[in-house]
């Protein structure tokens, strides 16, 4: 049997520490902030990341440089016959078709896996694969796997502020005006490639019902699993856990809690969307018989 090992990104949200613990490796994202490089969880925390940002600070994401990518690989394959590579999705960063292109060079022994995923639901893709490789299935396999179960899961996140989407470019300087105004909260799903607007909510209480409607939707229509058991549920914020615990128990007291994970939302979206953002997600449970 294969010994496969499990790589992803910091956009999954599983910290260096948490990566340790599980046997996973993660790869730190970069950023530029002022000109100068940072790598995510290595020489920047989210409290200075959130800090840099409502400073005014020019922030800009990058992608894992190759050499990096490649440093990574070389190392597992010491020990490890496969490679499993769940960067985030393909549609929000070219990292995806990066990784493609170096694994060209590694004789199949690197799957890249291209399952349109990012922050917690790629975690749950990380740990599934981490599962799958448990049970003996091979690279090859595993990717296969979270291929076509890729759009198993729905993210919906709700935007506190629209200056961020702004800056970059995101949004006209009229439409965030004239949103800042009515104070409103747009709700934005990821199902797949791109960020899009689901809905648009006058307070954050309206927002948060429509993101939890919108997934008891999904559970019911797309997931055959109305209460929520056969899926994870989880949550994501950026600056602030607060607002996420309260909504926790919101979301708790409609549906059942099968281990709802709450993160910090993954800085790649957090720099376009700026501090107070909440997100709710679903993602399809790993089959016993798989």
Known sequence: MAKVAIVTDSNSG??????????ISVLPMPFFINGKLFYEDIDLTQEQFYEKLEGGAEISTSQPAI??????????LKEYDE?????MSSGLSSSCETALMIAQDYDEKVQVVNNQRISVTQRRSALDALELA???KSAKEIKDYLEKTKFDSSIYI??????YLKKGGRLTAGA????TLLKIKPVLQIQGEKLDSYAKARTIKQAKKQMLQAVMNDLKNRFGSEDGSGCWLDMAYTKDIGPAEEFKEEVLAQLKDEGLVINPLSLSISCHIGP????LTATKKLPDNV
Not at 67 to 76: I, K, M, P, R
Request: charged fraction near 25%.
């Open 158 to 163: 709700m935007i506190d502020t629209l200056e």
């Open 276 to 279: 107070g953002a909440l997100a």
């Open 14 to 23: 599983i910290t260096q520490d948490q990566a340790k613990e599980l046997g």
């Open 134 to 136: 448990k049970r003996g």
């Open 176 to 179: 965030a005006a004239l949103g």
């Open 83 to 87: 490679i499993v590579h769940i960067p």
């Open 67 to 76: 050499g990096d990518v490649q440093a990574v690989w070389d190392e597992l």
